[in-house]
């Protein structure tokens, strides 16, 4: 029982120990902001591209501050990405003492995998997803009962169309974590998550009908991979069910 770390702090202790922890988040937050704010035209420079390549070659500003807080939401969403890693370690380091070393052990692949999965998510929406759906958008351009249709996105719209894509992708992609973390917290059971597979798929499509454009194109691009991401989370509870029943057979055996 005393492989808990020796931190049984009373509670003041704790609301201080939270503190500094948030301290150092905001910190990390302020400069990340600040440097990404600096490089701001460059990151929106790189989030454009894919509008770009669909053959827009023009955006506009409506507002007469729109431009200036484009650029401040370019830098606190870049800021975001850039400082989740320390964030993420605050958060741990907050945590951690309160746990078992088994269960550092079982927690921890977990905060790794979560940066791994959401950038890949994100990657996904950057290079597959918008660009179909900048494609399937943009083709309304054109003459339409008689008067000629142009696309004149501002810059503000389009990039909550990109951010709203990046981090629907990013945090459809953690899936496997959510579920391997109810199953390991005991909320459900593996069993329990094969019998309701036919309402996730349904589930899926439903939040990728919400989350992109209406075209059956895009929906799939998020859909089919939630349906993948679901059985790899079973998978991974079988795994881990199977590695926990034998390290408990082994426990008998070493107790007898």
Known sequence: MRDIDDSQAPLLDHLIELRRRLLYCVVALLVAFFACYAFAEQIFAFL??????????????????EAFFVRIKVGFFAALMVSFPIIA???????????????????????????ILFLMGAAMAYYVAV???????????????????????SVGN?????????????????????????????????????????????????VSAVLTPPDIGSQLLLALPLC??????LIGIWFTEKKRAEAAEEERADAT
């Open 48 to 65: 454009v591209q894919p509008l770009l390549h669909a053959g827009q070659q023009k955006i506009i500003f409506t507002q007469i501050f």
């Open 89 to 115: 370690n605050q958060l741990w380091q907050f945590i951690a003492p309160g746990l078992y070393r088994k269960e550092k052990r079982a927690l921890l692949p977990f905060l790794l995998a979560t940066p």
């Open 131 to 153: 660009p179909v759906a900048l494609h399937f958008l943009l083709s309304y351009q054109g003459n339409f009962g008689g008067i000629q249709q142009e696309a004149l996105p």
């Open 158 to 206: 389009y990039l909550d169309f990109v951010m709203q894509f990046l981090f629907a992708f990013g945090l459809a992609f953690l899936l496997p974590v959510l579920l391997m973390l109810l199953e390991r917290a005991g909320i459900v059971s593996r069993e329990q998550l094969v019998g309701a597979r036919r309402y996730a798929i349904v589930g899926a499509f439903g």
């Open 228 to 233: 993948v991401l679901y059985e790899l989370a």
